[in-house]
C-alpha cells in the first residue's frame, strides 16, 4: 500500500475512533435533550413541556406537544381543572380509558367485568362530561386526539410504568 492511501486510512480510523470516544464521553451525552431545547427556547421564562409520538394497539398515531409557562400555571384558578382530575380519580374510569386506548371501543367490549350496565355508563358518562371520552351515536367511545398524549403523560406522572 502506498504512502498516501495508508495516510488516509490512519486519517479515517482517527476519525472513527474519535467519534466512539465522544459517544463513550458521558458529558457529550444528552439524556435531556428535551430539557436542553426547553431551555433554549423559553430564553428567561420558567415552562413546562410534555410531548410524545404515541402508535397505539389498534394502529392510531398521535404526536403531540404542548409547552405552558410555569406562571401562568401556578396563578391560574386550579379548581378549573378538579372535574376533569376527578373524573379521572377511579378505578373503573381508569381502566375504561386503558381499554379504549387498547382499541376497544364499544360499549359490549367495556362491560366486560365492569360491573352492571349503569355503573358502565355513569362512568362513561362522567368521563365524556370531562372531555377524556368521545362518544359516537353508535356507542362507541374514543379518547379524543389531543387528550391522548396528556392522557398517557398523566399516567406516567403517577407513576405508571
Excluded: C, N
Amino acid at each position: 500500500m502506498d504512502d498516501e492511501r495508508w495516510a488516509l486510512l490512519e486519517k479515517r480510523l482517527a476519525a472513527l475512533e474519535a467519534r466512539v470516544a465522544d459517544a463513550e464521553d458521558p458529558r457529550l451525552r444528552d439524556d435531556f435533550w428535551a430539557l436542553t431545547e426547553l431551555r433554549r427556547r423559553a430564553e428567561d421564562r420558567s415552562a413546562v413541556l410534555f410531548t410524545g409520538s404515541v402508535t397505539l394497539p389498534a394502529g392510531e398515531h398521535y404526536e403531540w406537544q404542548e409547552t405552558v409557562d410555569t406562571g401562568s400555571l401556578l396563578q391560574a384558578d386550579i379548581t378549573e381543572v378538579a372535574g376533569s382530575l376527578s373524573a379521572l380519580a377511579h378505578p373503573v374510569r381508569l381502566q375504561l380509558l386503558r381499554r379504549v386506548l387498547a382499541g376497544e371501543h364499544t360499549v359490549a367490549e367495556l362491560a366486560e367485568g365492569l360491573g352492571t350496565s349503569g355503573q358502565l355508563y355513569h362512568h362513561l358518562r362522567q368521563l365524556v362530561a370531562e372531555g377524556w371520552l368521545t362518544a359516537s351515536g353508535r356507542g362507541l367511545y374514543a379518547v379524543p386526539a389531543v387528550r391522548v398524549v396528556p392522557l398517557l403523560t398523566l399516567l406516567a406522572a403517577a407513576g405508571l410504568r
